[in-house]
């Protein structure tokens, strides 16, 4: 079955310091999205990556989809402590399909 | 618009005894999600339907776990009897059907608040 490996596990951060995790697949992917979930909350999505080698800008958030579609990462620049909270990634192996496996997450404290 | 609605929001009972959680998707969104959520993990996909047919119940521990979506709309999600082991969140989600290779060629789905479910 699909296999998804997200890094790191857990980042401390100092406020202001640039925050990056990584989403790798054992398979090639359709698509990949990405969903923040803060503390006591519920995944929220941010963005979906479709295309081969695709970068896409929220603000300060940076996400990219690797040319052989089978890993992502999301970076932050200068983090806030607004962003606090486990992001992430949920893999598409199949167009057309809305099904996501998604990964272990990855939490991110940031010290103000 | 309105999001996706659960209850109950918590429930604590003891393994062996019964539970059921509801869901109402947002309005029109013809695809719902069951996930299960352990503490310092991913979510895990339980079933998928769309409209009221299921797509998906491959991850469902069908000796039970049942879940059913009568009329398209809301979702129950039933667990019996419980084991300490299905301590967790319990997530809905909703999504719709996406216009491919148009302008919203995604199918972002809407979690709810979830579920907070304990075993003793």
């Known amino acids: 079955g699909q296999q998804v490996m997200q890094i790191p596990q857990y980042q401390h951060v100092q406020e202001g310091e640039d925050f990056t995790t990584y989403c790798n697949s054992s398979?090639?992917?359709?698509?990949i999205q990405w969903y923040k979930q803060r503390p006591g909350g519920h995944p929220v999505f941010l963005i979906q990556?479709?295309?081969?080698?695709e970068v896409k800008k929220q603000k300060r958030l940076t996400f990219q989809f690797g040319e052989a579609k089978k890993n992502s990462s999301l970076h932050i620049t200068a983090t806030q402590t607004t962003d606090v909270g486990t992001y992430f990634c949920?893999?598409?192996?199949?167009?057309?399909?809305?099904?996501?496996?998604f990964g272990k997450g990855t939490k991110l404290s940031v010290i103000p | 618009e309105a999001g996706v609605a659960q209850s109950p929001r918590y429930k604590i009972i003891e393994k062996r005894q019964s539970v059921a959680f509801w869901c109402n998707p947002i309005?029109?969104?013809?695809?719902l999600y069951w996930y299960q959520q352990i503490l310092g993990q991913g979510p895990k996909l339980l079933i998928q339907?769309?409209?009221?047919?299921?797509?998906?119940d491959s991850q469902l521990p069908k000796d039970r776990f049942s879940a059913e979506r009568l009329k398209g709309v809301d979702s129950t999600l039933k667990i019996q009897p419980a084991k300490l082991e299905d301590s967790a969140v319990y997530l809905c989600?909703?999504?719709?059907?996406?216009?491919?290779?148009?302008?919203?060629?995604?199918?972002?789905?809407?979690f709810g608040p979830g579920t907070r479910l304990t075993v003793t």
């Open positions: 989600a909703s999504s719709s059907t996406p216009d491919w290779g148009g302008p919203k060629s995604s199918y972002e789905q809407y």
């Open positions: 398979t090639t992917l359709s698509n």
């Open positions: 990556l479709v295309k081969s080698g």
């Open positions: 949920g893999l598409s192996p199949r167009a057309g399909s809305y099904q996501l496996t």
């Open positions: 309005s029109g969104h013809a695809t």
């Open positions: 339907f769309q409209n009221n047919g299921v797509v998906d």
